[in-house]
């Protein structure tokens, strides 16, 4: 619960402790809609960049780091998130976390769901 907390602070600061399951719930929302976006970001590019579909491994290595960058310098400065001090090995944490949960699974699914539609209009 608390890490769920922890992801809705970052909207409603540190009373989203105080909230018990409703700001979880909150917080898990907010994970989706974050998810979702990144995907809905990427599926919407590779309509029109085909290279994104064509060399999906790569693109979604790329593709992970970016979403990585993108929370760190953008979303979380912009939260009620708690400033932590730089770490290399976080650094890294992150980026693999993303790489393997965020951009390659995004990136498989587009190439996937590509490769299905095109085989139904056979």
């Known amino acids: 619960m608390p890490l769920l907390q922890g992801i809705a602070k970052g909207l409603m600061g540190p009373s989203a402790y ?3 399951w409703p700001t979880a719930l909150l917080g898990l929302a907010l994970h989706f809609v974050i998810a979702f976006g990144a995907g809905a ?3 919407l590019a590779s309509r029109k960049l085909h ?7 790569m693109c979604g290595v790329l593709y992970g780091v970016a979403v990585y960058f993108f929370m760190q310098r953008v979303v979380l400065p ?5 400033r932590r001090p730089f770490s290399w090995e976080m650094m ?3 980026l693999v ?10 990136a498989g699914m587009v190439r996937w769901k590509g490769l299905y539609s095109e085989a139904q209009h056979l």
């Open 78 to 82: 912009l939260s009620h998130a708690t």
């Open 41 to 43: 970001v990427y599926f």
């Open 92 to 94: 890294g944490i992150g």
């Open 18 to 20: 105080l909230g018990g």
């Open 97 to 106: 976390i993303h790489i393997f949960c965020v951009g390659l699974p995004i």
């Open 51 to 57: 290279f994104l579909m064509n060399h999906w491994f």
